[in-house]
């Protein structure tokens, strides 16, 4: 349930997806929001502040209101002082650009400044912007400074090219908002100190070559994003992940699955919960990587393999009882979630999250995954959803599941 009287104070900057910014107005309102409005000159070109005025039964912002009310509070922090959340839709590219250098030139973006709640943006723009280097630095600044990003969808541009860009539909945003909104309200890892694994570990063969896997660490990345938010004190132990830093997320580099290893049976003590979204290599080479680089030759080349130490069965052998600790399986073919919950019993583990690795429409570098969160008891399938989403769920089933584990024993 969303918090009734939500109010949402709405940015609107100047793209033709302007349009689209009615509709979520209206979205907003059906779900029992009250909704602000703060438009760009630019924004105003593309649809009159005349149908939001009325739509949202308020005074649109603007920025000739000169920043002074008649009853002579401040603009851009009075419209900040009454809202929950503010979400920028359409966020264009010199918009975002703005907010990730600090300038505030515009009404709107001295209201982002002021701003000391939940900001979320959904970006709108060509497919050659969103791509640019530049806008792709502004994106990881924004959300390293804990800006909610709704990724752009692909479809065709209203420049009549078909690539990604355009701006998430408004479903898909109030979606966000509504999650933003819950999760705000969410405490319930207050107190608990939360070690998560990501990414995937590279096994080196020489000193330029190595046998990595595709993992891209986002799942693990929204789990420590989404556990801090809920309270939790988070350490990320992070193997080759490129994505910004998280806000107020401690985080070690462990680049191989011996690395990982040492630093999650060093932490592990000081942790309640454990959680191995890795993929970590199951063998590495059987000695000493070369120095330099192995030369090209006409022969076969033989490299040897053994296994690596299993991380979470040890971690598991030496759990306190008031410890949780979490595995990933990933699985593909029939019988996949049988097997994920064998894994699960032979690692002695409190939960496992499977996600199956045939569909090549989630799990790897994608943003959306599909799981099903199993535990000795029970088993919970959550549909395609962003990784945000999911990292949610997964939580709310961690956060019950210890306190239960706890109450038990
Ligand atoms: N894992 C680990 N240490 C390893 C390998 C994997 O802790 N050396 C963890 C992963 O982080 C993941 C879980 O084990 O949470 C499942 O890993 P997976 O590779 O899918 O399973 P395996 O352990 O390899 O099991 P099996 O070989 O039986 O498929």
């Given at each position: 349930?969303?918090?009734?009287?939500?109010?949402?104070?709405?940015?609107?900057?100047?793209?033709?997806?302007?349009?689209?910014?009615?509709?979520?107005?209206?979205?907003?309102?059906r779900?029992?929001?009250?909704?602000?409005?703060?438009?760009?000159?630019?924004?105003?070109?593309?649809?009159?502040?005349?149908?939001?005025?009325?739509?949202?039964?308020?005074?649109?912002?603007?920025?000739?209101?000169?920043?002074?009310?008649?009853?002579?509070?401040?603009?851009?922090?009075?419209e900040?002082?009454?809202?929950?959340?503010?979400?920028?839709?359409?966020?264009?590219?010199?918009?975002?650009?703005?907010?990730?250098?600090?300038?505030?030139?515009?009404?709107?973006?001295?209201?982002?400044?002021?701003?000391?709640?939940?900001?979320?943006?959904?970006?709108?723009?060509?497919?050659?912007?969103?791509?640019?280097?530049?806008?792709?630095?502004?994106?990881?600044?924004?959300?390293?400074?804990?800006?909610?990003?709704?990724?752009?969808?692909?479809?065709?541009?209203?420049?009549?090219?078909?690539?990604?860009g355009?701006m998430a539909?408004?479903?898909?945003?109030?979606?966000?908002?509504?999650?933003?909104?819950?999760?705000?309200r969410?405490?319930?890892?207050?107190?608990?100190?939360?070690?998560?694994t990501?990414?995937?570990?590279?096994?080196?063969?020489?000193?330029?070559?190595?046998?990595?896997?595709?993992?891209?660490?986002?799942?693990?990345?929204?789990?420590?994003?989404?556990?801090?938010?809920?309270?939790?004190?988070?350490?990320?132990?992070?193997?080759?992940?490129?994505?910004?830093?998280?806000?107020?997320?401690?985080?070690?580099?462990?680049?191989?699955?011996?690395?990982?290893?040492?630093?999650?049976?060093?932490?592990?003590p000081?942790?309640?919960?454990?959680?191995?979204?890795?993929?970590?290599?199951?063998?590495?080479?059987?000695?000493n990587?070369?120095?330099?680089?192995?030369?090209?030759?006409?022969?076969?080349?033989?490299?040897?393999?053994?296994?690596?130490?299993?991380?979470?069965l040890?971690?598991?052998?030496?759990k306190?009882?008031?410890?949780?600790?979490v595995?990933?399986?990933?699985?593909?073919?029939?019988?996949?979630?049988?097997?994920?919950?064998?894994k699960?019993?032979?690692?002695?583990?409190?939960?496992?999250?499977?996600?199956?690795?045939?569909?090549r429409?989630?799990?790897?570098?994608?943003?959306?995954?599909?799981?099903?969160?199993?535990?000795?008891?029970?088993?919970?399938?959550?549909?395609?959803?962003?990784?945000?989403?999911?990292a949610?769920?997964?939580?709310?089933?961690?956060?019950?599941?210890?306190?239960?584990?706890?109450?038990?024993?």
């Amino acid at each position: 349930m969303v918090a009734k009287q939500a109010t949402v104070l709405l940015g609107v900057s100047g793209g033709i997806a302007v349009y689209k910014a009615v509709e979520l107005l209206r979205l907003f309102q059906r779900a029992g929001m009250d909704v602000r409005v703060i438009m760009t000159q630019k924004a105003t070109e593309f649809v009159g502040p005349m149908t939001f005025q009325t739509l949202s039964g308020f005074q649109v912002r603007l920025d000739n209101d000169g920043g002074l009310r008649q009853d002579s509070t401040i603009t851009h922090i009075e419209e900040g002082n009454l809202a929950d959340i503010m979400v920028i839709a359409p966020a264009t590219a010199n918009t975002l650009g703005k907010m990730a250098q600090g300038i505030a030139d515009n009404l709107l973006t001295t209201t982002y400044m002021a701003f000391s709640n939940t900001v979320v943006v959904a970006p709108a723009m060509n497919t050659n912007m969103w791509a640019h280097p530049a806008m792709q630095r502004n994106m990881d600044v924004l959300r390293a400074d804990g800006v909610y990003v709704v990724e752009p969808g692909t479809g065709e541009l209203a420049c009549g090219v078909y690539g990604s860009g355009r701006m998430a539909e408004p479903d898909s945003i109030l979606a966000a908002v509504k999650l933003r909104l819950q999760v705000d309200r969410k405490t319930d890892l207050r107190g608990l100190r939360v070690l998560i694994t990501a990414g995937g570990t590279r096994e080196p063969i020489d000193s330029v070559r190595y046998i990595g896997n595709r993992s891209s660490g986002k799942m693990g990345y929204a789990l420590a994003r989404a556990a801090h938010d809920r309270g939790a004190s988070v350490e990320l132990v992070k193997a080759n992940i490129d994505l910004p830093r998280a806000p107020g997320v401690r985080e070690t580099d462990a680049p191989t699955a011996d690395e990982m290893y040492r630093t999650v049976m060093d932490r592990l003590p000081d942790y309640d919960i454990l959680i191995m979204a890795a993929a970590v290599a199951d063998y590495k080479l059987d000695r000493n990587p070369q120095d330099g680089k192995i030369s090209k030759s006409r022969d076969d080349l033989n490299v040897c393999l053994q296994p690596t130490t299993d991380i979470l069965l040890q971690a598991s052998t030496i759990k306190r009882h008031d410890q949780y600790v979490v595995g990933f399986a990933a699985e593909y073919g029939p019988e996949a979630v049988a097997r994920a919950r064998g894994k699960m019993e032979r690692k002695r583990l409190d939960m496992i999250v499977f996600n199956d690795i045939a569909r090549r429409d989630i799990g790897f570098s994608s943003d959306y995954n599909e799981v099903t969160i199993l535990t000795p008891v029970g088993e919970t399938r959550v549909e395609r959803a962003p990784k945000e989403t999911i990292a949610e769920i997964i939580l709310d089933n961690i956060a019950r599941g210890i306190k239960q584990k706890r109450t038990a024993s």
